[in-house]
């Protein structure tokens, strides 16, 4: 991996709190601001570019709760949303919770009896299992999440998925996946990582499960009906399944973001277990014109980068387009030479391949 040149994310005393800027998971450029979620809150992090031709830095930052928008299905509104993916498209910004379980760690101060039980302990948390349609106003000339706007006449509403439409529901039959939905994300469990949206397709990609080297991606079609604007649902496809399942050759590597280009979609992936890497960056070429649930392999997709990681720290989680043929990484784990004095975290910015 060759970084092309790095930018500055700075962060508030209350995110810094929060540890959300060594905690990143999600991450999308949006003109002049950078939209960024850590995985350990259940909000929605906004950054401003101090320049708007080639940005050396993101800060002056917003934080939004997704409490305020809509309604989240955890009975406490604070609770860890896990959001791992951001979208944003036409008038909406997207966000997606892991919807994976998870199994307690064994910390330094734990041994003996009971370090094996918290091993034992696997757990939910509700908030994990979202996928919200934020709208974005312009207020004071910066692009900012609303419960409502009206453009052209039509009224939008933020919305989240229906309870009907639950993914973890929807899954209890797959052939593929309804057997990890007990296991925890990190174990090869079902885990959202991603989400890539293309006109009204929605793509979740999943870190896990990987089935015999095979990564998945579901495509979903949200919609709203007028009867009840802050609700997501999921139109059928021809087959009357309300999703499409995708499998993608990662040589053994699950999805950890999804970022449109074109009519393609970029897909960092790495490690579904708890490993340092590899780490690489793939293309699935005409990715928004597949018809039909697809076997990715072969001249469909392609390797664009190997991107470094460390040892403990370092797991890339998050990338977005940031124009001119290049792609912004942001890391989770950061390594300690990334973290700056003044509460800034460093990201990388590189060129893809046959981008001049």
């Known amino acids: 991996m060759t970084v092309d040149y790095t930018v500055r994310l700075r962060f508030s005393d209350d995110s810094q709190a929060a540890a959300t800027h060594t905690n990143l998971s999600a991450v999308r450029l949006d003109g002049p601001v950078l939209w960024i979620a850590g995985d350990e809150t259940a909000t929605v992090e906004r950054l401003l570019a101090d320049s708007p031709d080639r940005p050396s830095e993101f800060g002056d930052e917003a934080r939004f709760r997704l409490a305020d928008l809509v309604d989240l299905p955890g009975t406490d509104a604070d609770e860890e949303a896990d959001v791992e993916g951001l979208a944003r498209t036409g008038h909406f910004l997207w966000a997606v919770g892991s919807h994976s379980l998870r199994r307690k760690r064994i910390r330094d101060r734990h041994d003996g009896p009971k370090a094996l039980k918290r091993l034992a302990r696997v757990e939910g948390q ?9 709208p974005i106003a312009e207020v004071g000339g910066v692009p900012t999440p609303v419960r409502e706007i009206v453009v052209d006449g039509v009224r939008h509403r933020a919305a989240a998925l229906d309870a009907r439409d639950d993914l973890r529901r929807l899954l209890r039959d797959d052939e593929h996946l309804a057997p990890f939905l007990p296991i925890p994300g990190k174990d090869n469990g079902l885990d959202v990582e991603g989400i890539a949206v293309h006109g009204d397709r929605v793509y979740l990609g999943l870190r896990g499960p990987v089935l015999r080297g095979w990564a998945f991606v579901l495509e979903l079609r949200p919609y709203v ?3 009840d604007p802050t609700r997501l649902r999921l139109r059928p496809f021809e087959d009357g399944q309300p999703y499409r399942k995708h499998v993608l050759d990662l040589q ?17 992936a790495g490690p579904t277990m708890a490993l340092d890497g590899p780490v690489r960056v793939y293309r699935w070429h005409g990715a928004s014109r597949a018809e039909m649930p697809s076997i990715v392999r072969g001249e469909l997709i ?10 403990g720290d370092d797991h890339a989680e998050g990338l977005s387009m940031f124009g001119d043929g290049r792609i912004l990484v942001v890391y989770d784990s950061p390594a300690k030479a990334r973290l700056t004095g003044d509460g800034a975290v460093i990201a990388d910015v590189l060129r893809l391949p046959g981008r001049a």
Do not use: A, K, M, Y
């Open 302 to 311: 392609s390797r664009e980068l190997e991107l470094t990681f460390g040892e």
């Open 126 to 134: 509700q908030n994990r299992q979202i996928l919200v349609r934020l």
């Open 225 to 227: 009906t007028p009867d």
């Open 252 to 268: 053994g590597l699950g999805v950890r973001d999804l970022c449109p280009d074109g009519d393609d979609l970029l897909l960092l």
